[in-house]
């Protein structure tokens, strides 16, 4: 913007133009909530559109160990606000860091608050109602959360009869919450109950299968061919 400016003395006049460039301040900065160990967003915001070759912001984490912002970021030409990547290391109780920005002679701080991991543990089991003895199945593990961990959880399973043998542990890797488990059974005289216990982390979970004998077979009717010297049975399975 420009301004004219007069003056005179009653006999002689001037003019003068006098041009006025507008102040770019800070306005603003906010950071969203974020459980520690992953990235979120910060936005800064600046009280009128950035001047000509945009504006240069630096910013300051007072806890860099634990929250790494970008040093500056460039809000563009005739824009006023811009957005960048906050990255956050694992906490065990909520944590609140102040990240302060700067620019043109004007300060704002903002706080980046992590929250710490939730407690995995075992949601649920869940096979078949019934299986035939002596045949395999698969049974399922649930988690209440996904693993942050990097070596993975390694769950712990256990069956309630020598009938059903499960592995002793299953692990479920970085990032998932469920496994599918691989379980065989033996040859019982009549139905057997066993109840099947996955534990992790002090929970545990359980479900119970019905592992049902071998059906009997009944032959129904019995015809030797001579001419092929076959004998053709028919049963009931």
């Known amino acids: 913007a420009s301004l004219k400016i007069y003056a005179t003395d009653g006999i002689v006049s001037k003019v003068a133009r006098l041009s006025v460039a507008p102040v770019v301040k800070l306005s603003t900065m906010s950071i969203n909530p974020v459980e520690g160990g992953f990235s979120t967003t910060g936005t800064i915001a600046l009280n009128i559109p950035a001047q000509t070759g945009g504006a240069v912001?630096?910013?300051?984490?007072?806890?860099?160990?634990?929250?790494?912002?970008?040093?500056?970021?460039t809000v563009t030409q005739g824009t006023t606000t811009r957005s960048f990547t906050v990255t956050t290391g694992s906490v065990t109780t909520s944590t609140t860091v102040p990240v302060t920005v700067a620019f043109n002679g004007t300060t704002v701080t903002a706080n980046a608050v992590l929250s710490a991991a939730p407690v995995v543990s075992v949601q649920s089991v869940m096979a078949p109602p019934s299986v035939i003895g002596g045949q395999s199945f698969n049974m399922t593990v649930t988690l209440s959360t996904f693993v942050r961990d990097a070596a993975g959880a390694t769950v712990a399973l256990q069956s309630g009869d020598a009938s059903v043998q499960l592995p002793a542990t299953v692990l479920i890797a970085k990032g998932a919450s469920i496994a599918n488990v691989s379980a065989t059974t033996s040859v019982v005289p009549g139905n057997k109950g066993v109840s099947l216990r996955a534990s992790y982390n002090g929970s545990q979970a359980s479900t119970n299968i019905t592992v049902l004998p071998l059906p009997k077979v009944t032959i129904l009717s019995a015809e030797y061919k001579p001419a092929t010297k076959m004998l053709k049975v028919d049963a009931t399975t």
């Open 57 to 73: 912001v630096t910013l300051t984490s007072s806890n860099p160990a634990l929250v790494q912002v970008p040093a500056t970021v």
